[in-house]
């Protein structure tokens, strides 16, 4: 079966300064990961996907991801964090055939001045 | 942007009230899902539809039921709405329903069961 586990809630950085979000996933085969943003209000916009190719990822927005199979983690980073990216960043992982994901619980990403 | 309009963005309704909400694409895209939001729990997948007349059910299907009779409208129903759900409503599409394929989502419906 398939799990995500984002582990922290709530992150706070300022602005200019580097942002890491971590998730750790679990899967009993090779997992398709990708990372979701969701601004107040908004719906989801997909940030990045991995899918067993380059395991650094670039996404959009100066972001990225790691995928670390010894670690089971898919950290996001990005060097230094601007006030639009205040917002709640959602780790996924794919499951099975019928394109069914499952969401980790979310991390609101705060960005002070 | 995906193609993607869910109506009504807003809903207040009565406990034991049918509600129906609708998710309409453009992009002729195979497979649809419903989802709803609640803090502290992500998106859960409510239930899904791999074709015309074709859906299967997801993580928290209880209290809903679906239709799909034309590849880009698909409703979510309601029955006898409950203040359980209240939540907030995603619509997504994805091309080929494979587990590496990308899910573009919808704005969002808001649902309140008074």
């Known amino acids: 079966a398939q799990s995500v586990t984002q582990l922290d809630s709530h992150v706070s950085v300022s602005e200019g300064t580097p942002v890491l979000l971590r998730c750790n996933y679990s899967s009993s085969y090779s997992p398709s990961l990708f990372w979701y943003v969701q601004h107040p209000n908004k719906g989801l916009q997909l940030l990045l996907k991995y899918t067993s190719a380059a395991t650094l990822v670039k996404g959009i927005n100066g972001f990225e991801a790691e995928f670390k199979k010894s670690e089971t983690s898919f950290h996001l980073t990005k060097p230094s964090a601007h006030m639009s990216d205040a917002a709640e960043y959602f780790c996924v992982v794919g499951s099975g055939n019928t394109g069914k994901l499952i969401f980790g619980q979310g991390t609101t990403l705060q960005v002070k001045p | ?114």
């Open chain 2, 1 to 114: 942007d995906a193609g993607i309009t869910q109506s009504p963005r807003h809903k207040v309704t009565e406990t034991g009230t049918p509600v129906t909400l609708r998710c309409h694409q453009t992009e002729n895209h195979r497979y649809m899902y419903w989802y709803r939001q609640d803090p502290g729990h992500g998106l859960r997948l409510i239930h899904y539809s791999y074709g015309v007349k074709d859906t299967d059910k997801g993580e928290v299907s209880d209290g809903y039921s679906v239709s799909r009779s034309k590849t880009e409208d698909f409703l979510l129903t309601l029955e006898s709405a409950t203040s359980s759900q209240t939540s907030v409503y995603f619509c997504a599409i994805s091309e080929s329903g494979e587990r590496t394929d990308t899910q573009y989502f919808g704005p969002g419906t808001r649902l309140t069961v008074l």
